[in-house]
């Protein structure tokens, strides 16, 4: 079965520190992946994607992640995190398949930065 | 630019009452329309989506339609409100391809009492 796992719940790491929320996927051909923010109540907003290319790839906010094939994880990384980086962080899989294409979101990784 | 507009932001109903969210798109056409519930903060459940006028994929069995009157519009119904779809709805739009990525509207959060 296709998915994306989030393996942790939740991450807490100190202001100015750096922060890695991470994201694994289990899914055949070849995915687009995608981060996205939450704040509480609120949409999700787009981060970044990976579509081919560089394996690293920089986003919105000062937020990047590496595309790892071979270790099929997608993991997103700030070298210095901010409070107002606190937030709900869903990583997203997009591939296609016959007749149109799907997209899977894992389950969400809160993070909290502390002052 | 594209811009998504959904309302009402907060809603409470009571149990058995009809539900109406509505949602529309500016700025595209033709767009890939989804409806997700997120409960308690967390995952995201897709409901129902839509590649054009009138076609409806509904993912979950439950109490709720969505329909698509115009290409930009996509409504989520309920004829009786149960206690169980108290949450957090999402309208989002994709372009036609899986390299677009999603845009989300603000949600709507329903509170059954």
């Known amino acids: 079965a296709q998915s994306v796992a989030q393996p942790e719940d939740q991450v807490n790491v100190a202001e100015g520190n750096p922060l890695t929320v991470k994201c694994t996927y289990s899914?055949?051909?070849?995915?687009?992946l995608f981060w996205y923010v939450q704040y509480p109540n609120r949409g999700l907003q787009f981060l970044l994607k990976y579509i081919t290319g560089d394996n690293l790839v920089k986003g919105s906010y000062g937020f990047e992640a590496e595309f790892n094939k071979s270790q099929t994880s997608f993991h997103l990384k700030k070298p210095s995190a901010l409070v107002s980086d606190s937030a709900l962080y869903f990583c997203a899989v997009s591939l296609r398949y016959t007749g149109g294409f799907k997209t899977i979101f894992g389950a969400g990784t809160r993070l909290f930065v502390k002052a | 630019s594209q811009t998504i507009h959904q309302w009402p932001a907060t809603l409470v109903q009571p149990v058995g009452s009809p539900l109406s969210l509505e949602c529309t798109v500016e700025?595209?056409?033709?767009?890939?329309l989804y409806w997700y519930r997120q409960a308690a903060g967390r995952g995201l459940q897709l409901l129902f989506y839509s590649v054009g006028i009138g076609q409806i994929s509904s993912e979950v069995p439950q109490n709720l339609s969505a329909s698509r009157p115009q290409d930009r519009q996509f409504i989520l119904s309920s004829k009786k409100l149960l206690l169980s779809d108290s949450g957090f709805y999402l309208c989002?739009?994709?372009?036609?391809?899986?390299?677009?990525?999603?845009?989300f509207g603000s949600g709507t959060r329903l509170t059954v009492v």
């Open positions: 899914v055949s051909g070849n995915p687009y």
């Open positions: 989002a739009w994709s372009g036609q391809g899986e390299y677009y990525g999603y845009t």
């Open positions: 700025g595209t056409s033709n767009p890939n």
